[in-house]
């Protein structure tokens, strides 16, 4: 069965950049999907971006494609979001997930299982 451990977060300033690391373990498809998501109180949890396991298709949330960035390192089993210019409104628990990839669906948090912990991000102003 699919683990997901996210690592990674941290206390920054406003413009420092953080990145963040999702080590998946057992047994995941090239038609899997790993996204990233956050999750601030009081707001639901929205979709960052993912990436799929074999093509390395990329989708982004259009308020941070310009500054984060997704990748995937199949030999060690780690999908990475890099995040640049960080801005205090950034600052959530950061969730990765695994789906099988479906182009209309991508970003329904819904859709996605399993789940990790969540990794911290506090973004100072």
């Known amino acids: 069965q699919m683990q997901l451990v996210e690592s990674g977060g941290g206390l920054v300033q406003a413009g420092d950049s953080l990145t963040l690391s999702c080590a998946v373990s057992?047994?995941?498809?090239?038609?899997?999907?790993v996204g990233w998501f956050r999750q601030s109180p009081g707001k639901e949890r929205e979709f960052v971006a993912s990436?799929?396991?074999?093509?390395?298709?990329?989708d982004y949330r259009d308020s941070v494609k310009d500054r984060f960035t997704i990748s995937r390192d199949n030999a060690k089993r780690t999908v990475s979001l890099q995040m640049n210019s960080l801005k205090p409104e950034d600052t959530a628990r950061y969730y990765c997930?695994?789906?099988?990839?479906?182009?209309?669906?991508?970003?329904?948090?819904?859709?996605?299982?399993?789940w990790g912990q969540g990794t911290q991000v506090t973004v100072s102003s």
């Open positions: 990436i799929t396991w074999g093509d390395g298709i990329k």
């Open positions: 057992g047994r995941i498809l090239s038609r899997h999907a």
């Open positions: 997930a695994a789906k099988l990839y479906d182009r209309r669906t991508y970003a329904y948090t819904a859709s996605y299982h399993p």
